[in-house]
Nanobody, 116 residues
Framework: QVQLVESGGGLVQPGGSLRLSCAAS???????MGWYRQAPGEQRDLVAV???????NYADSVKGRFTISRDNAKNTVYLQMNSLQPEDTAVYYC???????????WGQGTQVTVSS
């Protein structure tokens, strides 16, 4: 069993930056890792994903602003979020799984609030 623990969320002003981290308690070798987000009353949507080989994919709404990376030695995935906007406000969930849609493990979520 793998546990995913997120950190780095918080309150930031529009235009600001945050870096989310997600540390896995065990090996996530062979899994894609990434981030979904869910705003109140909305469905949970994919934000970004990175494969074990380093291939990445992003939601159109975050391309050019967010960067996903992973450190396989530390079993950790990161999400650097720049130029944050109020519409980025959501709970961000880390996951490990097969590709973008088959989730094997979820993190507990971390709140990101973008507000002045």
């Amino acid at each position: 069993q793998v546990q995913l623990v997120e950190s780095g969320g918080g309150l930031v002003q529009p235009g600001g930056s945050l870096r989310l981290s997600c540390a896995a308690s065990g090996s996530v070798f062979g899994y894609a890792m990434g981030w979904y987000r869910q705003a109140p009353g909305e469905q949970r949507d994919l934000v970004a994903v990175i494969t074990g080989g380093g291939s990445t994919n992003y939601a159109d709404s975050v391309k050019g602003r967010f960067t996903i990376s992973r450190d396989n030695a530390k079993n950790t995935v990161y999400l650097q979020m720049n130029s944050l906007q109020p519409e980025d406000t959501a709970v961000y969930y880390c996951y490990a799984g097969y590709g973008e849609r088959i989730v094997r493990y979820w993190g507990q979520g971390t709140q990101v609030t973008v507000s002045s």
